[in-house]
């Protein structure tokens, strides 16, 4: 299957300061990216659908002067977490569909970057 | 709007015994549905999938899961567990669009009993 690849896997940071986590897909070209938000025992929470070259689209609640995210290229989309607050210490995951996949919903993912603010 | 339900927050179930997680989903259409399985820490890994056809769908790791369209479920099972099963299990359902959006459950956590 096709393969998504995070980085950092994770990070802390002081309050205040930015953070970016990397989302590539390693084998694959993906017009559209997704980035999700988990915490503890909780389930994934779409924030935002991120598309090759244009602006993302963002979830109702979801800041997108706090959370930015491009996608630049058709292999990597980044998130920034933009002075960051303890309460944006969570598990951030992003997601992906290969050409082939688009139209039948099938997603990969990748490992996830944890984040925690002090 | 879709969504997904998991009605047991945490299920354990005896190395060897089997398994049934519950998934109920709400949607206009026929549904894309998926099954995922999350270690601590990790990412997410397909388990399977169902999109047409043959309503009971074959995964990896010797689970499968059945689509009933008349109860809105999309259970997942499995005939004897190991150990290394114990994660967290996410049931989601797929829209179809070129954007693939895909909306979570708020997963079972499976222990395994020695």
């Known amino acids: 299957g096709a393969v998504v690849s995070q980085h950092p896997s994770w990070v802390i940071c002081k309050s205040g300061t930015s953070v970016k986590i990397e989302c590539r897909s390693l084998?694959?070209?993906?017009?559209?990216m997704f980035w999700y938000r988990q915490f503890p025992k909780q389930s994934l929470m779409l924030m935002a659908t991120?598309?090759?070259?244009?602006?993302?689209?963002?979830e109702q609640g979801v800041e997108k002067d706090k959370f930015l995210i491009n996608h630049a290229s058709l292999t990597l989309s980044t998130l920034t977490v933009t002075s960051a607050h303890p309460e944006d210490s969570s598990f951030y995951i992003c997601?992906?569909?290969?050409?082939?996949?688009?139209?039948?919903?099938?997603?990969?993912f990748g490992e996830g970057s944890r984040l925690t603010v002090l | 709007a879709q969504s997904v339900t998991q009605p047991d927050i945490h299920i354990t179930v005896s190395e060897g015994a089997s398994l049934e997680l519950r998934c109920n989903y709400s949607?206009?259409?026929?549904?894309?549905l998926f099954w995922y399985v999350q270690s601590p820490g990790q990412g997410l890994q397909l388990l399977l999938k169902?999109?047409?056809?043959?309503?009971l769908v074959q995964g990896i790791k010797g689970f499968e899961a059945e689509f009933k369209r008349s109860q809105s479920s999309f259970n997942l099972r499995k005939p004897s567990v190991h150990w290394s099963d114990a994660a967290e299990y996410f049931c989601?359902?797929?829209?179809?669009?070129?954007?693939?959006?895909?909306?979570f459950g708020s997963g079972t956590r499976l222990s395994i009993r020695p």
């Open positions: 989601a359902v797929g829209q179809y669009s070129s954007a693939s959006k895909i909306i």
């Open positions: 169902y999109f047409s056809g043959d309503t």
């Open positions: 991120s598309n090759e070259g244009s602006k993302a689209t963002y």
């Open positions: 084998d694959f070209q993906a017009t559209t």
């Open positions: 997601s992906a569909s290969s050409p082939g996949q688009s139209n039948t919903g099938e997603l990969f």
């Open positions: 949607y206009g259409a026929t549904p894309y």
